[in-house]
């Protein structure tokens, strides 16, 4: 009895072919509302067990209508705005709306503006990138303690922003054809604390992470973006660079005085989430060396020319010729670009923001398929996106 | 691989912060806020206040309406005064900034020709609705030049000299007219 | 000095003496276990109100902060507040959920973790029940919170929930494995499944006798830690609950007083394990010159601090890599672990601890270099562009 009941049962499991077997997909919204999405943005992601099998990203939660407001309001009243799309880095986002205008309006910029200019740029992208790491670890799972070494350094740099243009965050500090201000006096000197310390954090930071198992065992080998894909899909900044292309728009433009300056640009060779990691790190060992030489090199004069002076003082008389123009610098996150179209009012004609959070973006199911769940968490991580700037 | 050697030595970065925080002074960042605040720094801004040299009658804002205009959110509201006949004067009726609709970016004090308004220090204006008490109206903006010297006192005295110089030339230009 | 020792074995009887005058004796014993378990009763729920309060701390001063400090001196009271907090709450059941499995599964996560107290031996003559196969006891009630957690991830119907309470049962079962296996050596050594036996067997040579100093207890004692650590939920091996990943694991629909007790019975389990730990490798609360209720607090305590610190410092496992260093590394550690403590108890001295010493290294060297979390690891070198 026992055996003709076994000899059923084998049969019947030996008839059914593996592809039968019943199992479903679990179809999860990860987001709007989820710890780690970064902001207010949903991945739809089909789940086979704990793999991803389909993820789709859906974007718009935080939509300002930035790009129309701006076509009503004058060039001047835009800064701000700029502020408000990254967040995280408004210098640098002032900075390319800035460029953009210039090169619309043909607006010289003096000499120490431009220093310091470059110096808030880099101490922006010091703060990203710290900031990213932070956020990448917090992704990971860990604790919230690397995020708050990051934040802690970032706020003396904030400290910084705060005493020059006003405001921790939404600096709103450059104007067309200068910055709205001159350095405060004490700038320098803490600026120099902040150039010789700043090594010594990152050492602290890789001695807690770079070598860590977990972080390497987590990281290595996960999300990896190869690099025909990564210039395909038109990404840029250090998910680009992770992949190893090599593009870096300060030595490809070499806009602003940047030319001037000796710095390398790291490049990976895996293109995973590692990669994104480390040559962050080391960007940041680069960014500090490039504000050595500004911080050397930093000549007296003007800081905002007297055409941007009048047209930073009158919005309303501050009319560009009619044409076109694209400003574009190497923000921290990739390529920020601003097209703008005047028609010779002061309002513009058309106003784009090329964001490279949301260009980044586009390759994220590419990197995902066959992760885990968690994987495509600290993907979405290394991308390296803000909100604010993926809608605006 | 690496038998472990990185976990201990991030660990030891933790424990190192750890008997920092006893034994190292400074070595703790956060600010005890109510207790202990944070330097104030100078070029700090806020939201905007209005500004009045002798007495809250006579502001120095003209209601010439350039800030409400140039305002990016548009959060200011500004009604000119009128007397008796219906003829404008100098002066603003209603001057309303919506608190809760401003950001701050501090273009309304860089485009006033008139050097009427500025970026506030004061950030502690918690209220329990966010309609009627976040709407500022004219008599709670305005602020005596005095104070603008007590938060900004180089960009005040400069602007102090600025308004002197201009009134000098104005009396030049036109000697006994204005009686 | 005796006295102090025995404080709190002498306190109880007292009460029992007392109670005598006026108790027939048929109901004494009865008195006697509820005197135990009211002793349990109100010190499980404070050690675990104080050790979020200490977590909180911990973690705070590691981040360059002071961690609570509002309520009361040094935050004392915070726990409380909290407490009222928790339980001032709204409770929310989601709409679909099976109401009854999602309203017992808390109660079932706590009740598991607060009989773990009754085996422990707190200091001399304190263990409530000096149960013959306490160890056992120990690891059969310990998994019961498992099969709670994973009702609270099934009614609460929520993906994340079920996500969660997969990833806990799986765990939970690989991870069950070399604990167990790392608590054998000690039974082989003892041989006996008491834990006041355990603790006896480790007294004289001035703590020299401690297991943790021998080569196979210092590996089963990592084995156990390690494999606790992952049995209470606690980062690295947090993934249940992995916030990050999947909002709160299977407690994403509790809130309020439900929710504190799933956090109680995390923290019972760290501290319940921790003080195992210090049972079985660390001489339980032998010591000499402070009482010995103190001895055990203050092991239990360095175990605790451990955890914690290991929670302000690390990122979380993958699920699979979570799996394969169960499977792979900690599973043939706590064999090879057995082997060496077999050898220790057969052969003399010496010899036992080089053989010992070198079946564990070279076990380990060996194991670690077949990547336990199945990802090769490697370090970097970048290149640089002009």
């Given at each position: 009895?026992?055996?003709?009941?076994?000899?059923?049962?084998?049969?019947?499991?030996?008839?059914?072919?593996?592809?039968?077997?019943?199992?479903?997909?679990?179809?999860?919204?990860i987001?709007?509302?989820?710890?780690?999405?970064h902001?207010?943005?949903?991945?739809?992601?089909?789940?086979?067990?704990?793999?991803?099998?389909r993820?789709?990203?859906?974007?718009?939660?935080?939509?300002?209508?930035?790009?129309k407001?701006?076509?009503?309001?004058?060039?001047?009243?835009?800064?701000?705005?700029t502020?408000?799309?990254?967040?995280?880095?408004?210098?640098?986002?002032?900075?390319?709306?800035?460029?953009a205008?210039?090169?619309?309006?043909?607006?010289?910029?003096?000499?120490?503006?431009?220093?310091?200019?470059?110096?808030?740029?880099?101490?922006?992208?010091?703060?990203?990138?710290?900031?990213?790491?932070?956020?990448?670890?917090?992704?990971l799972?860990?604790f919230?303690?690397?995020?708050l070494?990051?934040f802690?350094?970032?706020?003396?740099?904030?400290?910084?922003?705060?005493?020059?243009?006003?405001?921790r965050?939404?600096?709103?500090?450059?104007r067309?054809?200068?910055?709205?201000?001159?350095?405060?006096?004490?700038?320098?000197?803490?600026?120099?604390?902040?150039?010789?310390?700043?090594?010594?954090f990152?050492?602290?930071?890789?001695?807690?992470?770079?070598?860590?198992?977990?972080?390497?065992?987590?990281?290595?080998?996960?999300?990896?973006?190869?690099?025909?894909?990564?210039v395909?899909?038109?990404?840029?900044?250090?998910?680009?660079?992770?992949?190893?292309?090599?593009?870096?728009?300060?030595?490809?433009?070499?806009?602003s005085?940047?030319?001037?300056?000796?710095?390398?640009v790291?490049?990976?060779?895996?293109?995973?989430?590692?990669?994104?990691?480390?040559?962050?790190?080391?960007?940041?060992?680069?960014?500090?060396?490039?504000?050595?030489?500004?911080?050397?090199?930093?000549?007296?004069?003007?800081?905002?020319?007297?055409q941007?002076?009048?047209?930073?003082?009158?919005?309303?008389t501050?009319?560009?010729?009619?044409?076109?123009?694209?400003?574009r610098?190497?923000?921290?996150?990739?390529?920020?670009?601003?097209?703008?179209?005047?028609?010779?009012?002061?309002?513009?004609?058309?106003?784009?923001?090329?964001?490279?959070?949301?260009?980044?973006?586009?390759?994220?199911e590419?990197?995902?398929?066959?992760?885990?769940?968690?994987?495509?968490?600290?993907?979405l991580?290394?991308?390296?996106?803000?909100?604010?700037?993926?809608?605006? | 691989?690496?038998?472990?050697l990185?976990?201990?030595?991030?660990?030891?970065?933790t424990?190192?912060?750890f008997?920092?925080?006893y034994?190292?002074?400074?070595?703790?960042?956060?600010?005890?806020?109510?207790e202990?605040?944070?330097?104030d720094?100078?070029?700090?801004?806020?939201?905007?206040?209005?500004?009045?040299?002798?007495?809250?009658?006579?502001?120095?804002?003209?209601?010439?309406?350039?800030?409400?205009?140039?305002?990016?959110?548009?959060?200011?509201?500004i009604?000119?005064?009128?007397?008796?006949?219906?003829?404008?004067?100098?002066?603003?009726?209603?001057?309303?900034?919506?608190l809760?609709?401003?950001?701050?970016?501090?273009?309304?004090?860089?485009?006033?020709?008139?050097?009427?308004?500025?970026?506030?220090?004061?950030?502690?204006?918690?209220?329990?609705?966010?309609?009627?008490?976040?709407?500022?109206?004219?008599?709670?903006?305005?602020?005596?030049?005095?104070?603008?010297?007590?938060?900004?006192?180089?960009d005040?005295?400069?602007?102090?000299?600025?308004?002197k110089?201009?009134?000098?030339?104005?009396?030049?230009?036109?000697?006994?007219?204005?009686? | 000095?005796?006295?102090?020792?025995?404080?709190?074995?002498?306190?109880?009887?007292?009460?029992?003496?007392?109670?005598?005058?006026?108790?027939?004796?048929?109901?004494?014993?009865?008195?006697?276990?509820?005197?135990?378990?009211?002793?349990?009763?109100?010190?499980?729920?404070?050690?675990?109100?104080?050790?979020?309060?200490?977590?909180r701390k911990?973690?705070?001063?590691?981040?360059?902060?002071?961690?609570?400090?509002?309520?009361?001196?040094?935050?004392?009271?915070?726990?409380?507040?909290?407490?009222?907090?928790?339980?001032?709450?709204?409770?929310?059941?989601?709409?679909?959920?099976?109401?009854?499995?999602?309203?017992?599964?808390?109660?079932?996560?706590?009740?598991?973790?607060?009989?773990?107290?009754?085996?422990?031996?707190?200091?001399?003559?304190?263990?409530?029940?000096?149960?013959?196969?306490?160890?056992?006891f120990f690891i059969?009630v310990?998994?019961?919170?498992?099969?709670?957690?994973?009702?609270?991830?099934?009614a609460?119907?929520?993906?994340?929930?079920?996500?969660?309470a997969?990833?806990?049962?799986?765990?939970?079962?690989?991870?069950e494995?070399?604990?167990?296996?790392?608590?054998v050596?000690?039974?082989?050594?003892?041989?006996?499944?008491?834990t006041?036996?355990?603790?006896?067997?480790?007294?004289?040579?001035?703590?020299?006798?401690?297991?943790?100093?021998?080569?196979?207890?210092?590996?089963?004692?990592?084995?156990?830690?390690?494999c606790?650590?992952?049995?209470v939920?606690?980062?690295?091996?947090?993934?249940?609950?992995?916030?990050?990943e999947?909002?709160a694991?299977f407690?994403?629909e509790?809130?309020?007083?439900k929710?504190?007790?799933f956090?109680?019975?995390?923290?019972?389990?760290?501290?319940?394990?921790?003080?195992?730990?210090?049972?079985?490798?660390?001489?339980?609360?032998?010591?000499?010159?402070?009482?010995?209720?103190?001895?055990?607090?203050?092991?239990?305590?360095c175990?605790?601090?451990?955890?914690?610190?290991?929670?302000?410092?690390f990122?979380?496992?993958?699920?699979?890599?979570?799996?394969?260093?169960?499977?792979?590394?900690?599973?043939?550690?706590?064999?090879?672990?057995?082997?060496?403590?077999?050898?220790?108890?057969?052969?003399?001295?010496?010899?036992?601890?080089?053989?010992?010493?070198?079946?564990?290294?070279l076990?380990f060297?060996?194991?670690?270099?077949?990547?336990?979390?199945?990802?090769?690891l490697?370090?970097?070198?970048?290149r640089?562009?002009?």
């Open positions: 009895m026992f055996v003709i009941w076994l000899l059923v049962i084998s049969r019947t499991e030996m008839d059914k072919p593996e592809t039968t077997l019943d199992t479903q997909m679990l179809e999860v919204n987001g709007p509302q989820h710890p780690s999405t902001g207010v943005f949903r991945m739809n992601v089909t789940l086979d067990g704990e793999t991803v099998v993820l789709k990203p859906a974007m718009g939660y935080l939509h300002r209508n930035h790009e407001i701006a076509e009503g309001a004058s060039y001047l009243a835009s800064m701000p705005f502020d408000r799309l990254d967040y995280i880095c408004s210098m640098t986002n002032n900075l390319a709306y800035a460029i205008v210039e090169k619309l309006a043909g607006i010289e910029v003096p000499e120490r503006a431009q220093y310091i200019r470059v110096i808030m740029a880099e101490l922006t992208r010091l703060v990203n990138h710290t900031l990213l790491v932070g956020f990448l670890l917090n992704d799972g860990a919230f303690t690397p995020t070494y990051a802690r350094e970032r706020e003396k740099i904030l400290d910084l922003f705060e005493a020059t243009s006003g405001a965050m939404m600096c709103n500090y450059m067309f054809g200068g910055v709205k201000a001159d350095l405060h006096p004490g700038f320098m000197e803490k600026l120099k604390e902040i150039v010789e310390n700043y090594p010594r990152l050492d602290e930071f890789e001695k807690l992470l770079t070598e860590n198992e977990i972080l390497m065992s987590r990281c290595q080998h996960v999300g990896i973006l190869p690099k025909h894909l990564a395909d899909a038109s990404a840029t900044g250090p998910l680009l660079r992770a992949s190893g292309v090599d593009y870096d728009i300060r030595k490809v433009d070499g806009y005085i940047y030319p001037r300056f000796k710095f390398r790291p490049l990976g060779s895996v293109g995973d989430v590692y990669d994104r990691y480390y040559v962050r790190i080391l960007e940041m060992r680069e960014s500090i060396k490039i504000l050595e030489q500004a911080m050397k090199e930093i000549p007296p004069g003007e800081f905002i020319s007297k941007g002076a009048t047209g930073a003082k009158s919005p309303r501050f009319r560009p010729p009619k044409g076109d123009a694209y400003g610098i190497e923000s921290p996150k990739g390529e920020l670009g601003f097209y703008l179209v005047s028609d010779g009012t002061p309002n513009p004609y058309r106003y784009h923001v090329r964001p490279p959070s949301f260009i980044n973006l586009t390759i994220l590419d990197m995902c398929l066959g992760c885990k769940v968690a994987d495509a968490i600290i993907i991580g290394s991308v390296d996106i803000v909100l604010g700037e993926v809608d605006r | 691989m690496s038998y472990g990185g976990i201990l030595k991030g660990m030891s970065v424990l190192k912060q008997v920092e925080s034994t190292k002074k400074g070595s703790i960042v956060t600010v005890q806020y109510p202990e605040r944070r330097e720094v100078e070029r700090f801004r806020n939201f905007p206040i209005l500004v009045y040299d002798e007495k809250p009658e006579a502001p120095r804002c003209v209601a010439c309406d350039i800030c409400a205009k140039e305002c990016p959110p548009k959060c200011i509201t009604v000119r005064d009128r007397d008796e006949q219906g003829r404008g004067l100098q002066k603003p009726k209603v001057f309303d900034i919506d809760s609709v401003c950001m701050s970016c501090g273009i309304c004090e860089e485009v006033c020709p008139f050097d009427a308004i500025f970026m506030d220090h004061q950030f502690e204006l918690s209220a329990y609705d966010r309609m009627e008490s976040l709407n500022y109206h004219q008599e709670k903006l305005l602020k005596p030049n005095s104070y603008l010297h007590q938060i900004r006192p180089t005040a005295t400069q602007i102090d000299a600025k308004l110089a201009k009134e000098e030339a104005k009396k030049k230009t036109q000697p006994g007219t204005t009686a | 000095m005796e006295r102090l020792d025995q404080l709190f074995v002498l306190l109880k009887k007292i009460i029992l003496q007392f109670a005598e005058s006026f108790l027939p004796a048929p109901l004494l014993p009865f008195l006697s276990i509820l005197v135990s378990i009211t002793a349990i009763a109100i010190f499980a729920p404070l050690t675990m109100m104080y050790l979020t309060w200490l977590e911990v973690i705070g001063r590691m981040q360059n902060r002071f961690g609570p400090n509002r309520v009361g001196i040094y935050g004392l009271l915070q726990p409380i507040a909290d407490g009222i907090k928790m339980l001032t709450k709204e409770d929310v059941i989601p709409l679909g959920a099976d109401r009854v499995t999602h309203f017992l599964a808390p109660v079932a996560v706590v009740v598991p973790s607060l009989l773990l107290f009754s085996v422990l031996p707190f200091g001399r003559n304190m263990t409530a029940v000096n149960l013959d196969i306490g160890l056992l059969a310990s998994s019961i919170g498992t099969l709670a957690i994973f009702m609270g991830g099934w609460s119907r929520n993906k994340f929930s079920l996500l969660g997969m990833r806990a049962f799986a765990q939970m079962i690989s991870y494995v070399p604990l167990v296996l790392s608590v050596t000690v039974v082989m050594i003892v041989g006996s499944l008491s006041e036996k355990i603790v006896e067997a480790q007294s004289g040579w001035g703590g020299l006798r401690w297991f943790v100093f021998t080569p196979w207890g210092f590996v089963g004692f990592m084995l156990f830690f390690i606790s650590v992952s049995e939920n606690r980062t690295p091996f947090d993934i249940p609950e992995g916030e990050s999947i909002v694991g407690h994403t509790y809130s309020g007083m929710f504190a007790l956090y109680m019975a995390e923290f019972l389990g760290a501290f319940a394990y921790s003080a195992m730990a210090a049972t079985l490798f660390l001489g339980g609360w032998q010591g000499p010159l402070l009482p010995s209720w103190l001895w055990f607090g203050l092991k239990t305590f175990l605790v601090f451990t955890m914690i610190w290991l929670r302000g410092t990122p979380r496992f993958r699920v699979d890599q979570l799996m394969s260093y169960a499977w792979k590394f900690l599973f043939p550690m706590g064999l090879s672990n057995i082997l060496a403590a077999g050898i220790w108890y057969h052969t003399p001295f010496p010899l036992s601890f080089i053989f010992a010493t070198w079946i564990l290294l076990s060297i060996g194991l670690s270099r077949l990547n336990p979390t199945g990802t090769r490697e370090r970097r070198t970048y640089f562009a002009e």
